[in-house]
């Protein structure tokens, strides 16, 4: 029972600070991309990113660009890819 | 949920572009700029080094002087807007408008010393920076446009299915009003010694296929498309490396064999400054053995940072390329993000089909007017392009609702088929232009399936492993037919050899003849008997059957009298007709010459003094010109019992005076004809001649009978 106990507090605790980092990152990307101005291109939603631009050719572009800026700063490019958000809009998520 | 397909489908339709069908560029549609203010001479040869470039460009693609142009420019490698508004743009327009160019020209190659970027006057922020390379300014000339971030490219993935149907127009590609008026690229690099060794491998481009592609993707980046360039290339059948692709981390250094085109996140991937070299300094130094023509486009910002030297820059720079032997490249003189740089799934395969260089990166880019420069010659290609000849003796004969067609195939060692398409109206202008029928490498195909009394027109297109296809517009290569449920078929003789001779030597008699000039003449059979004459193609023994016009029959015995009949025949073996023309006798001897004997016992069948009575003549001959063919009709005279069929002639100066004074340009049945092989301008002067069973022509001479038209 105690260690049933134990495993779930570390779960939570796991979460909780995946989470807080998860959220840390997306702050993080988030100031890079107002920085080069991509800022005004997308939506956010949790740690999504989503591309407002009505043609899906542009919606790519920026949002490779969005990858190609963080990547350039140094982000680790696996906390970041390209998906397609609930709205149908292209975008990127920071993990 | 259909109608909006529909609709969907129609304005794909309306806003995709068109093919242009353009054949391969030629030297005298590239306008070659250099800066006459330059002066630096690096190579000590009393030559500047902007107008020996120009001028060493130029003698090795055989450029016109004309195309050669010297402006005074900045010397700086960055200038302002102001200084291209003032001392670039105006002077290559002037020259180009001046000169009479401007719309034959199709690439600009610009030389070292001309500038290579516009610097940014409303700073950098993604979306609204107005910097560009020099050159996409100029791919824009004569137009005034936002140059605030990026216009989108209207020559960008036009050709998806890799046909060569697009290559590049000026004035045709244009995007919300802006044209892409010219292909820009550059002749630069490090020293003269790099440009002038660029310039010898783009010349001699290696068109072998056997080239490696490498996609270095150290890991599954989500911003570059080398995943499906490596598709793409493998589909082409062309090597890869890696192959089978891997997104595990990787830096090619060693590649399975010579290499054709690179691309790679450079030193994104940790290979270091200074890896594009082949200098062991650095341990990912790119060991590579590069092929002529081979081209390079890295995912690095910065990679045409510049061309004065390595120490510009720290990532991977198009000018090293040139310097360890490339032939070309793309590159970014400003920061691109990733989505304008040269999309490596769309150059790469273009590229290695056969598309110019030029035409192949620009499909590659997103963008006009931004940062994108290309390296090389535009004129480089790494694929045959030099179609088979054209099929030659294309025949249509028609038949109930179907025709016939043979051809006969061209010789080239790297033949592949024939194409042969129907159209109603005109003949096909290309592949795509009209209905598929035959599709293989055969010499003959029945078209069933038509409608009588259609004229149909065939146009064959001969075609390489490409491939590459034969322009489809030789004589040869063309033939139209009138289906019809009436099907007639050939049973005209061919006309009778004329001056039959028969001179007779020791054991050996020599003959002679004049072939006829009937078009389905195929040759001629020569019997003998001693007793009379033969009076059939199998009524004695045969002596010769061929196409020549004189032979000699030895071993005969002196003294004997031999009686020859001469028959021509066509491809369905109709002979001749036989009369006392056709007959020579002769008696070979030893000393004097001996009489002939006369013919003992002949068959009761005797020859009659030959038909000379005229067919009658056609009418209502008329000419209808269009651009490149003059269509001619007639009425044959059908109320003859004895017309046979009416032989088209056509002579330039004067009308054909008789059936053997011009060029035949059609013999048969039918009631009409266009003549296809006509050079605009030049008045041509036609007659058509009926003639009947025994090959007696019309006069032909007689007004309805001919008329004449001028080209167009």
New interface residues.
């Given amino acids: 029972m105690f260690f049933i106990a134990l495993a779930v507090i570390i779960g939570v605790i796991l979460f909780y600070r995946n989470n807080k980092k998860i959220k840390e990152d997306t702050l993080e990307a988030e100031d890079k991309l107002t920085e080069t101005g991509l800022d005004k291109f997308y939506q956010k939603q949790g740690n999504e990113l989503c591309v407002n631009e009505k043609n899906k050719q542009k919606q790519d572009d920026i949002s490779r660009d969005m990858l190609w800026t963080l990547q350039l700063d140094g982000k680790s490019p696996q906390k970041a890819e390209k998906i397609k958000c609930a709205n149908g809009e292209i975008g990127i998520k920071i993990n | 949920m259909l109608v909006a397909i529909l609709i969907l489908a129609s304005f794909s339709k309306i806003y995709a572009a068109a093919p242009t069908y353009e054949p391969p560029p030629t030297a005298s549609q590239v306008l070659v700029v250099y800066n006459s203010s330059y002066v630096t001479d690096s190579d000590s040869d009393g030559t500047q080094d902007s107008l020996e470039v120009a001028n060493y460009y130029k003698n090795k693609r055989s450029i016109p002087s004309a195309n050669i142009l010297g402006i005074a420019a900045p010397t700086t490698e960055e200038i302002t807007r102001t200084q291209y508004d003032t001392q670039i743009k105006p002077a290559i327009e002037s020259y180009l408008t001046s000169s009479g160019l401007k719309d034959s020209i199709k690439y600009i190659v610009l030389v070292k010393g001309i500038p290579l970027k516009i610097q940014a006057t409303n700073g950098t922020?993604?979306?609204?920076t107005n910097y560009s390379s020099v050159d996409a300014a100029v791919c824009l000339l004569y137009q005034t446009y936002d140059t605030t971030w990026t216009l989108s490219n209207p020559y960008f993935n036009v050709d998806p299915s890799y046909t060569k149907n697009y290559r590049f127009k000026t004035n045709y590609f244009s995007n919300n009003g802006v044209y892409l008026k010219y292909l820009v690229t550059r002749l630069d690099g490090y020293t003269m010694a790099n440009i002038k060794g660029m310039i010898d491998r783009d010349f001699i481009a290696d068109t072998s296929g056997n080239g490696y592609w490498i996609l270095d993707n150290y890991?599954?980046?989500?911003?570059t498309y080398m995943q499906t360039a490596s598709n793409y290339l493998r589909n082409l059948r062309q090597n890869v490396n890696p192959n089978p692709w891997s997104t595990s981390a990787m830096i090619t250094r060693n590649p399975a064999g010579p290499v054709i085109g690179y691309t790679s996140n450079g030193i994104?991937a940790g290979m270091g400054d200074g890896y594009v070299s082949n200098i062991p300094s650095n341990p990912n130094h790119l060991n590579f053995t590069l092929l002529p023509g081979a081209v390079f486009s890295t995912y690095e910002?910065f990679n045409a940072y510049g061309f004065v030297n390595e120490n510009q820059s720290t990532q991977g720079q198009v000018a090293e390329w040139i310097e360890i032997g490339g032939s070309g490249g793309i590159g970014n003189v400003y920061e691109p993000?990733?989505?304008n740089i040269a999309n490596e799934e769309i150059f790469m395969p273009e590229y290695a089909v056969g598309y110019p260089w030029a035409d192949a990166a620009y499909q590659s880019l997103?963008n006009m007017d931004f940062v994108s420069v290309v390296v090389g010659d535009p004129l480089m290609i790494i694929r045959d392009t030099t179609p088979p000849a054209e099929v030659t003796n294309l025949q249509a004969t028609t038949g109930n609702a179907q025709v016939s067609l043979s051809w006969t195939n061209p010789g080239d060692a790297d033949f592949a088929g024939v194409e042969i398409l129907r159209k109603t109206g005109s003949y096909s202008a290309n592949v795509t232009d009209g209905t598929v029928v035959y599709n293989n490498n055969g010499n003959s195909y029945t078209d069933t399936g038509l409608i009588n009394n259609t004229t149909y027109y065939y146009t064959a297109f001969a075609y390489d492993q490409v491939p590459n296809y034969s322009a489809g517009s030789a004589s040869g290569a063309r033939a139209t037919v009138i289906t019809s449920s009436i099907i007639i078929s050939d049973v005209v003789p061919p006309g009778k050899p004329k001056n039959f001779n028969a001179s007779a030597g020791n054991t050996q008699i020599s003959l002679s003849w004049t072939n006829p000039t009937d078009t389905d003449f195929v040759g001629v059979k020569i019997l003998r008997r001693t007793d009379y004459y033969p009076i059939s193609p199998t009524n004695g023994t045969l002596v010769y059957r061929g196409a020549g016009t004189s032979y000699v029959n030895t071993g005969l015995q002196n003294g004997t009298t031999y009686f020859y009949t001469i028959f021509a025949f066509d491809r369905v073996n109709n002979f001749s007709l036989t009369d006392y023309t056709v007959n020579a006798p002769a008696t070979p001897y030893s000393g004097s010459p001996i009489s002939n004997a006369s013919p003992v016992n002949p068959p009761s069948i005797t020859f009659t003094e030959p038909n000379v009575t005229r067919s009658n003549n056609i009418s209502g001959m008329s000419a209808q010109v269009s651009s490149g063919s003059i269509s001619l009709s007639w009425t044959n005279p059908f109320n003859d019992k004895d017309w046979k069929g009416t032989r088209l002639l056509r002579k330039t100066g004067s009308y054909p005076n008789s059936e053997t004074d011009g060029k035949i340009i059609y013999n048969g049945l039918n009631s009409g004809f266009t003549d296809t092989s006509v050079s605009p301008g030049t008045t041509y002067y036609y007659a058509a001649f009926a003639y009947n069973n025994s090959r007696n022509y019309s006069d032909g001479t007689v007004s309805g009978a001919k008329t004449s038209a001028l080209a167009q």
Avoid: R
Avoid at chain 2, 125 to 128: I, K, N
């Fill in positions: 922020s993604y979306g609204t890991t599954n980046e989500p911003y994104h910002s993000w990733s989505s997103v």
